[in-house]
């Protein structure tokens, strides 16, 4: 028998902690009351059926782990070849989407509840066979060819099912020797004299990941020489595991695809760029639009192998596509150069969007030669914004109002010309004689300009060495005026 005494010391001890702790939570009675409200919520959610629609005899997933005998590797990028998922999670174990959708009702099929929350995920064993077969394929590209994938799946009673996946890697192979089967001679002298690092080196860990970034810098290179139908179908690899153990043969593979669309011979020919089309749609064109309305347009200006197609409200010189665009007539394809012009037209704020196509030329067949299609859709010519704010410095409030306005194709040249006012006044803590408080006692007022042409202003030789790098001149004037108890001061810039 164990016999407890409390003193009346002790009970002195017990009462003032009593004291204290009361002491501390009212002192911070909203912070354990945002806490209370937190935990008791996070206690009704998890206390509703998170099963209610899960079909009779079926299990809700609820949870997913992988796991990977090789610390080397991310198990994160690992589970993203998982097909079968768990609900989406909040703070990292909430499933409070599943949670509002289980609040709708089970006779209504278009519940505003069901609509914004998410169905429950359900075990499917097939899905399940194809996850360890992702996850298989996923452990070969990293060069585990000998890898093993387990699933366990524990089936519980309140009808929710946890999944493990387990990968054993085994050990990785290496690549022994890389062969090169190149099928056209034009083609292996720009690779081989190419800046393009080797595909992987011999003694490497066989990698797919680093295979397939050398696929596209492939297609980058030959694309950038003139090959304009050449894609990642003409490039393969061939990994041969069963000569060596524990290494690869590899086989970098150039040549036509086996199912291609396109002929093989224009695959491997290089083509020149030919005719330039430019036409300026109307602004208010579709973006999904693939036809131009002939009807649309009110002029038709011819220069130097380019056409270009005006509307009365928007037209542009000649001169200016000569300057951006970063293509010529007799260039060879050049996909950087298209991406570029792409970027140029676009930092010119002249348009809604930018479409860029090639054809063949249909009265030049078999001559290898593009006709260049752009196509642009102008943004509104003038346009005036307001914009108000609250402003909270070191306590002072205030208020500030801005005003932009905005002319673009000012002088018809792609000229951008803006005009920004700024209003402010602001409470600064300071007091008039007397000991009156002084407010709103700050003020400023503004107005900026700015022009930007699209070109550099100077000698004519010498800004043309310029052009690649698309420049522009911008000229800007300002003016600000602003009033405080300390001081008033104008800038002038």
Known sequence: MVKVTVSKQNTSLFLWIKELVLKVIKKNWKFFRLKLAFVLASVFLFSCSQTKFVPKDQYLISKVEVDIDNPKHNIDEAKSYVKDKENYKILGFLKFHLFLYNLSSKKKTNDWFKRIGEPPKIFDEALSQRSEEQLKQYAYSKGYFRANVDSRITFKKNRKADITYTITTGDFY???????????SALENIYFNSALKPVLATGDVFDLEELEKHRADIVDLFRNKGYYYFSGDNVKYLADTTVFEKQVILSLVIKPAVKAQTDSAKVFSPFYLDKFYYSILPSNTAVTATRDNQASYTDTIKWNNSVLYENKDFTYPPALFDRIIQMKTGDLYNNASVENTFTALNLL???RF???????NEAKKDSNLLDTYIRLAPLSKQGTSFDIEGTNTSGNFGVAGYITYQHRNLFRGAE????????????LQHLKQGGLPDYFNTREFGVESNLTIPRLLGPGNYIKSFKRFMPRTVISLGYNYQKRPEYTRTISN
């Open 416 to 427: 951008v010309f803006a005009v920004n006012l700024k209003g402010a006044t602001e409470r």
């Open 354 to 360: 930018v479409d860029i196509q090639f054809h063949e």
């Open 349 to 351: 704020r002249q348009f």
């Open 174 to 184: 290496t690549i022994r020797k890389i062969n090169y089967e190149i099928a056209d």
